[in-house]
């Protein structure tokens, strides 16, 4: 087995929260700026802590378009919410050869719990962390090195996957392998970045962690 540890972003990594992501800021931005802002104007910015993301749009708002964006985003969580092709038997897959897997993600644990859950993931992750754990989200490397003190690997041993231009600098940032996703919003960013790898079908990872797949 050549890594014994993966890491995965949670949103447009392992669950397709596209459209919830999308919904939850245009209802926030239409409730505070209204007209002002599309849909490529958060796109632009995605991936980073959501704070950080409202100060770009408003900063003398901010805070309170958290709340908007929170309360939105949590009633219409698990309406929106999809899975991407072959995630849940991949992950599986992984846990049962013993590889330790992990999410680590800019967003708050009640909203991470929700979604891990509601793809029936939740039971393969020997730890979840998020932004509530450490002071600086992704593009730091402060969530991958406290997942991996929590998880006792070095960062040799593991694998960052994401799908956002954070995830990899973290990645980057921690000494981690860096693994981007073609089911990105941003896939041609993250070509661009040149990750060690570039999946287009999770079944790719059991080959790169050298496990056969059970591709038909």
Not at 42 to 61: H, I, K, T
Request: proline content about 3%; glycine content about 6%; some cysteine.
């Amino acid at each position: 087995m050549k890594y014994t540890v993966i890491l995965f972003d949670l949103d447009g990594t392992l669950i397709d929260t596209n459209n919830l992501i999308l919904s939850s800021f245009m209802h926030t931005l239409e409730t505070h700026c209204p007209g002002k802002y599309t849909e490529q104007d958060v796109l632009a910015c995605m991936g980073e802590p959501l704070l950080d993301q409202m100060r770009r749009f408003d900063p003398s708002q901010a805070e309170e378009m958290v709340k908007t964006y929170h309360t939105y985003n949590v009633a219409k969580h698990d309406e929106l919410v999809a899975s991407f092709p072959h995630v849940r038997e991949v992950l599986t897959q992984l846990h049962e050869a013993g590889v330790v897997l992990a999410v680590v993600s800019n967003k708050r644990r009640l909203v991470v719990d929700m979604g891990l859950k509601r793809m029936g993931l939740d039971h393969l992750m020997s730890a979840v962390v998020t932004v509530d754990d450490v002071k600086r989200g992704k593009p730091e490397p402060d969530m991958i090195l406290f997942a991996l003190d929590k998880l006792q690997a070095t960062a040799e041993q593991a694998l960052m996957v994401g799908d956002s231009r954070y995830d990899l600098m973290a990645a980057e940032r921690a000494g981690v392998v860096a693994v981007g996703v073609a089911w990105s919003l941003h896939a041609d960013e993250l070509k661009r970045l040149a990750p060690a790898y570039f999946i287009d079908d999770m079944r790719q990872l059991l080959d790169i962690v050298q496990i056969q797949s059970a591709r038909g």
